[in-house]
């Protein structure tokens, strides 16, 4: 098995920094470098990370980073194209959920933390919770649906209500049309 990268040892807050200063374009990763050899040094912590340590770290997350946008870019293209956005903050959490869950997937199989023998059970996974979040959404469009049917019947009610009282008062059926459809929607 591969030695793990002078990086995978870095303590988690120097990782942040390290994260952050890459992040940023106006620090080159030579400056990089030695401000996170400073702060190792500052900590007393005895490894330092090399400049081409530093490369092959910055590569890799700008090509996960090119991958989650190209992912992002083609979820909006289908949504856009099939208007199926997810029903309700449940749904939109659940589709965030199963998104971050399946990208740090990727991401520790891509670095070799879990090995092969695991991804059938990952899998299974995966797509045991790919199928509870279809199920979450599909009675998630019921119930709006439902609601739906609730209000459309409310305003038949009360446009029944309004016909009924508008003619009871000595409206004609052109004002009591009026009304109705100013208030209501209902012809």
């Not at 988690?12 to 400073?38: G, H, M, S, W």
């Not at 971050?100 to 695991?118: I, K, P, R, W, Y």
């Amino acid at each position: 098995m591969a030695r793990p990268s002078s990086i995978e040892t870095l303590p988690q807050d120097i990782l942040e920094r390290l994260q952050e200063l890459l992040r940023d374009p106006r620090v080159t990763q030579l400056d990089v470098t030695a401000r996170i050899n400073e702060l190792l040094a500052a900590e007393g912590f005895p490894g330092r990370v090399s400049k081409s340590a530093v490369n092959r770290y910055a590569q890799r997350m700008e090509e996960v980073g090119a991958k989650l946008r190209q992912a992002r870019e083609v979820a909006q293209m289908w949504i856009g194209k099939l208007g199926a956005a997810p029903q309700g903050q449940v749904g939109q959490l659940v589709n965030e959920l199963l998104r971050t869950l399946a990208f740090d997937l990727s991401m520790t199989l891509q670095e070799g933390v879990l090995n092969a023998d695991h991804a059938p059970e990952i899998a299974k996974m995966l797509k045991d919770m790919a199928i509870a979040m279809e199920k979450l959404e599909k009675a998630a469009s019921e119930n709006l649906k439902r609601e739906e049917d609730i209000r459309r019947q409310e305003r038949e009610r009360v446009a029944q209500i309004v016909e009924e009282t508008g003619k009871a008062q000595g409206l004609g059926e052109e004002q009591v049309s009026f009304w109705k459809e100013k208030f209501l929607g209902v012809r």
